[in-house]
């Protein structure tokens, strides 16, 4: 396999940290895994300045983010769906939320609770306050993938244990905590993982544009764990449970979706 057909696995530094040291060792010294471990450094931060202390960080960010631009990058996204709704992810890939298109799962999950016939008639507004009126934070227009697995799973799984954040924000406005666990009962959770071209993932984590003094999205935490794991070669960045997020506002194909995965939450 080629370095340009290469996947990066943020949550798999033991496969992705000796690569990215034969890219790096022309700009560092050439004994640095010893000079960071001399300094048994406590935290991850501590050995990034290590390491920091014997480059340029404008060069080091910019072979980096080229590095990364040479590799498919892996996302995960994590759903509660039912079969019809998996189907079309399969078939037309993640489209961007648009909160009328949240109607039939809404109202097929809510209409089972004993006071749905009282308020169903204030969905509409409820759909217009979370979604153009952005209560809560925005979300219409947008699909969110992230770059750790272990993250999803078990630092930030709530999507996969009760899906949409803006359903679950719209349940609570209508019906409470009673409303948020019928969403949380609708449907199965999935993982999806995605291979994302690296010039797409690049863009999408740093929607405001690339920095110009400081490491881009996800560079940053790569260098971090990259220089942890010169010091400790036995340490895991599946142990961070990094929430680095991709955000897309046009529809994330088929093509960039490598399997999709039914979850246990139990």
Request: with cysteine; aromatic share 10%; charged share 25%.
């Amino acid at each position: 396999m080629t370095e340009r057909a290469a996947i990066f696995d943020f949550d798999d530094n033991a496969e992705w940290g000796p690569r990215l040291w034969e890219r790096l060792r022309p700009y560092l010294p050439g004994d640095m895994a010893q000079i960071v471990r001399a300094t048994e450094p406590e935290f991850i931060e501590d050995a990034a300045d290590v390491v920091l202390a014997h480059a340029d960080k404008r060069v080091l960010s910019k072979v980096m983010t080229n590095w990364l631009r040479s590799h498919r990058i892996r996302g995960y996204h994590g759903t509660r769906v039912n079969a019809t709704e998996l189907a079309s992810i399969r078939r037309d890939g993640l489209l961007p939320l648009r909160v009328h298109q949240r109607i039939e799962r809404l109202e097929r999950a809510l209409s089972k609770h004993p006071r749905w016939g009282e308020v169903k008639h204030t969905l509409p507004a409820a759909l217009e306050l979370f979604g153009p009126g952005m209560r809560s934070g925005r979300r219409e227009g947008q699909v969110h993938l992230t770059v750790s697995r272990a993250g999803l799973e078990n630092g930030f799984n709530h999507y996969l244990r009760e899906g949409s954040e803006f359903d679950w924000h719209v349940s609570h406005h209508l019906l409470g905590a009673e409303g948020q666990g019928l969403m949380a009962a609708d449907g199965q959770p999935y993982l999806i993982a995605l291979l994302v071209p690296g010039d797409a993932a690049l863009e999408s984590c740093n929607r405001y544009g690339m920095p110009t003094d400081n490491f881009p999205n996800p560079v940053s935490d790569l260098f971090r764990v990259w220089s942890y794991w010169l010091a400790y070669p036995d340490y895991r960045a599946s142990c961070l449970k990094l929430d680095c997020g991709m955000v897309f506002s046009d529809i994330v194909p088929v093509s960039w979706i490598d399997r999709v995965k039914k979850i246990d939450m139990t």
